[in-house]
Structures are given as C-alpha cells and as structure tokens.
C-alpha cells in the first residue's frame, strides 16, 4: 500500500513558476513508477508526465514538454514537478499516481494504469 500527499499548488502569474511535491508513505516507493496528472474542471484527467521507479528520463504530453520537469527522490519518497512558464491552460488540480512495477521500466500514460493516487494540489494560473 502506498498513500501519496501533494503539496506545492497555489496561484501564479502566466510566465511564473511552481513546484509540485508528491510525498509517499511505504516500504516499496522505489519499486513503483510515478506519474503527474491534472484535471481541468468539466475536463477529463490527462496525463502530464512520468518516471520509471529508477528514476531514468521521464517522458511528458506534448502540452508541456519543455516547460516542466519531473523527477525522483527514492531515499525520501518523494517526486517533484517543476513547472515553468506557465499558462493558463495550465490550471488544474494536479495529481500524484503510483503503479507498482517490480524493477519493470514500462511507460504508463493512461490514469487506469495507476494504482495510487493522491487528494490533489490546485494550480490556477492567472493572465
């Protein structure tokens, strides 16, 4: 079992920046890949990025890349997004998600392929 806690979200300015945290509880965090999703109201949950649990190159949505940056922290349970230059569009509630994957360095980009999520961190950008 693992419980995910997302801090960071908060209100910014177009062009600004933000830094989401993603904190996990359990013993085995660094067998599961993670993922970032968000979910704009009267929208569906998209993908947003993700990371192998050995912390290779993350992969992003087109809608972001270049803009955001994902990464891991095995001995402190712990993944972060930084995000850069940002849009409008942007705004969201972001979410944490976790798969348990062994040492498997599979791509997970659908939301049904997570196990684990966390409550959510709101990011509104303002223009």
């Known amino acids: 079992q693992v419980q995910l806690v997302e801090s960071g979200g908060g209100l910014v300015q177009a062009g600004g920046s933000l830094r989401l945290s993603c904190a996990a509880s359990?013993?085995?965090?660094?067998?599961?890949?993670m993922g970032w999703f968000r979910q704009a109201p009267g929208k569906e949950r998209e993908f947003v990025t993700a990371i192998s649990w050995s912390g290779g190159t993350p992969y992003y949505a087109d809608s972001v890349k270049g803009r955001f940056t994902m990464s891991r922290d095995n001995p402190k349970n712990t993944v972060y997004l930084q995000m850069n230059s940002l849009k409008p569009e942007d705004t969201a509630v972001y979410y944490c998600?976790?798969?348990?994957?062994?040492?498997?360095?599979?791509?997970?980009?659908?939301?049904?392929?997570?196990?684990?999520w966390g409550q959510g961190t709101q990011v509104t950008v303002s223009s």
């Open positions: 998600a976790a798969r348990e994957v062994g040492y498997y360095s599979g791509r997970y980009y659908q939301s049904t392929d997570y196990d684990y």
């Open positions: 359990g013993r085995t965090f660094s067998r599961h890949a």
